[in-house]
Each structure stands twice: as C-alpha cells, then as structure tokens.
C-alpha cells in the first residue's frame, strides 16, 4: 500500500493522545488498555523494541493496535511483514473490526532473496541475503518515512543469517537509521530464538507468555523485561485477546493506591448480628465468612449487601459456586429486594467462571468498579471458586493479600465466603487457611438437636475491637435473618450433636 494513510481507530485506545509521561519525557501509547498503565504512558518515542512471544501469542496484535494508534493520531505508520501477507493482515484486522486502510503495510517474502543466490558460491549466503533484505526494507522506510513502525517478524530475516556478528551489524545500522528518523519501532521476533542479539541493542523487551492450562482456554500474561532509563510496572501481568483488541490487566501494586477514609463500623442491618460483632464490622476491613455447606454464609452476605445499598452504598457480588438466578430467588425468600436494587443501580452481581477468569481480570475488575462505579462493600462467594481461577494455589495467599490490601485502603468493606469439608458430627476443615490475613471471622455452625437439624453462628474474631464470643442459633425465613439468643442452655454445639443442659427453651 503506497498511499498516505488517513486517520484509523483502534477502540478506545488506553491514554491515546497523551504525548508526555509523567517524567516529561514523549510517550507513543501502544493504544492496548492497561499496557500504557504497566509502561506508564506508552514507550518512549524515538526508540526501538523488541516484541518476543510464541506464535499465538498476541505479537501481531499488539502491532496492529499500535500501528492503529498512531494513524488515528494522524501519524504515519507501517507495517513490514515477512511472515503473513498484506491479505492476511486485513483478514486479521477484520476480525477485530479493524480498517487497516490508514495504515502502510509491505509484504517482504524472504525467500525470493534466498531462492536468487541458492547457485552462486563466490560470497558467503549471509553476505549477500541479509544486506539485501535489510536494504530493500530500507527502500519502504525511506518511501514512508514512518513515525511508527513494526517489523513482524525478525525471525524470518534472522533465517538469511547463519553468522550473529554480520546480524548484530546490520540490526545496529538499522536501529540507528530509525533514530535518525525518529521512529518509534516494534521488532516482533519468536521466544524461541536462542539468538540474543536483538535484545542487547533494543531499547526495550516486552515478553509474551501463552501458558496450557489442564482445563478451560490458554492463559496469557506479559511482562516488561527491559525498558532503558524508564520506571515501569514489573512483573507478570495478564492478558486476553477479545474482538476489538487486546486487554492487559495490570498488577494489583496496593501501594501505590492509598486514599484516607473515615473509620466507622459497617451495620448488616440485623440488630443481633451486630451486637454480636460490637457494634459492626468496621469499614475497609475484610471479614471471612467460614463454615460448612448450607448453613447460611451466603444468605448473611446478601443481608450485608441489602444493607449497604439501604444506607446508599454500592455492593457487588462476585459469586462463583451458585447461578445468579438462584441467589436472586433465594434472597428473595429471604424478604431481600436485591433485584430492585441492581435495577436502581446500587447492587451489581456478576457470574464467575472460574475456569474462564484470571486472578489478574478479576482484580481489574473489582479496582474498576471501587475506582469508577464507587462500589463500597464487595463480596467473593466463594474462595473455593476463586482459587481455581489461580494458575498456582501457592500464590493464592499473595494474591488475596494485595488485593485485600488495596480495598482496605480505599475503605472497602470486604466480605470473603469459604466453605468447609465435611458433616455435622465430623471433623471439617477449610481447603486453605486465610484466617490470619482476615480482619473479623465469622464462623458457621450445624448441629442436632431432638432429630432436628439446627444452624448456629459465632463471632471468632474481631481485629478491630471487641466482640461477643457467643454461640447464638440462626434461622431463615420471610422475615430475613434471624438471630436467636445465646445457646447456653446447650453443651456440645461444637461437636455437631449438642445436649440440652438448662431448663430455657430451645
């Protein structure tokens, strides 16, 4: 394509338009959401990159958002590909809803230069292959004088070049004419590539990763392995392909999000549960809701979540184990409208699949609606869902952790449902023990009494203050939750078969 290109869109391109970082230094934002967040602000302009990952990857993507980017900005860009013809970019950019018409693109199909000099013997192939190639890519740079450009893939040219040191030579010369020019270059190249010469001389190296899980889609997460001179968001970070684009979810760092907040204590709304509580679980806190299956935990955590929005404050429900729709119905036994309140906005639920998510989305999606929809209590029903979600139950703690870290410090009340194994009248136990980097905890109970299966409840701990340490029976009916008076005149609840040892009623 040899016309000069007209302004294209990418979406909505993360902090397009932005020309200076916060160190005032030129940034060209890549217009991948949340990629210009882990940079931050783009790549600095004038420089090259280095673009590694497997096939499959993300690698042609994120050139064509990039190249996107700048056209929609009025840049001239270009496209050098040597791996996928200009019909097949557009295929690609078709599937996105992508128009690549403001945008340069150059097919250069390395084996016609290794095809012409297969029969002469006088040089070496990489002496004449390579700077042939180099030279005709040189040709279109000077044609287009492109301000943005990616080069897929380097491993094809690398092919014309058995020796790294005539490589290295020509990978300079090229860089240093693209500085000249003032480009911004992104080189994809194949991880696989065991020559390291590109990465030396680049002035950045973004690395790709697309993992196999045992079950449910790939995952995919990148990290930033060299950026010269320049702050940056370490680490891992994952990443999905949608139509429209790719979507980086950056590192929950809590550090770096602190807002002050009035400490107060937060009520369920039910006047006994409270008491038992000291008042109320307080603001910014995380409170686990431990016991078995069936006995009310995620019953009490709509209460919470019905209270919130009575007194004006957005909660939002991210429930793995169970359908929406029987949440709904069973709250709506319970006598809680929480289907009026997500119709007026104050209550959000969203399905999980764990299978589906990762623990970076999930993160990203809880920090946007605390961030931009103001959501004041959160609910995770449950942690056994949310730890399948984690590629690595080892850094689950971690995770949880800084995620915990963060809404506490923006004054989010959190609410953590867990699940244990096991029977009434058997020993239970949870999968994993979280109890430590919990604030409050709320323990269920089942036990029986006169061939009657009975709930009970218990406040186990309470960072904040004090708190009755109670065991009070638990019911559900029209009327919502229900707190009974202390069980004192049982003995052995805890066992799961108590005995009725005073003279009050049951």
Known sequence: MEHHPEAAAVGQPSEAGAPLSGDGQARAATGVAGLDSVLPGGLPRNHSYLLRGDSGSGKTTIGLQFCLTGAAQGERALILTTCESETELHAVARSHDWDLSGVHIHYHDVRDHLAGHADQSVFRPAEVELPKTIEELLEVIERVNPERLVIDSLSEIRVSASDPRWFRRQMLALKD????????????????????????????????????????????????????GQTYESGYHDFKIRTGGIDVYPRLVAAEHRAPFEPEVVSSGVSALDAMAGGGIDRGTATLLLGPAGTGKSSVACQFAEAAAQRGERAALY?????????????????????????????????????????GELSHDIREAVAEREVRLVVIDSLTGYVHAMPDERLLTLHLHELLSYLGQQGVTVLLV???????????????????ISDSVLLFHTFEYGGELRKAISMYKRRGGAHEATLRELTFGPQGVQIGEPLRQFRGVLTGSAELVGETGS
């Open 319 to 359: 429930v793995f184990d169970e359908r929406v729709q029987t949440l709904l119905q069973r709250a709506r036994g319970l006598g809680l409208d929480l289907e009026g309140q997500i119709d007026r906005g104050m209550v959000e639920v969203r399905q999980v699949d764990p299978a589906e998510l990762t623990p």
């Open 177 to 228: 004419n693209l500085a000249d020019r003032q480009c911004t270059a992104l080189f994809c190249s194949d991880a696989r590539d065991p020559d390291q010469t590109v990465k030396s001389i680049v002035h950045g190296v973004l690395e790709l990763e697309q993992l196999a899980s045992d079950y449910g889609p790939d995952r995919r997460r990148l990290r930033v392995a060299k950026l010269r």
């Open 418 to 436: 867990m699940a244990q194994h096991g029977l009434p009248g058997t020993p239970r136990q949870a999968p994993f023990d979280l109890s430590y």
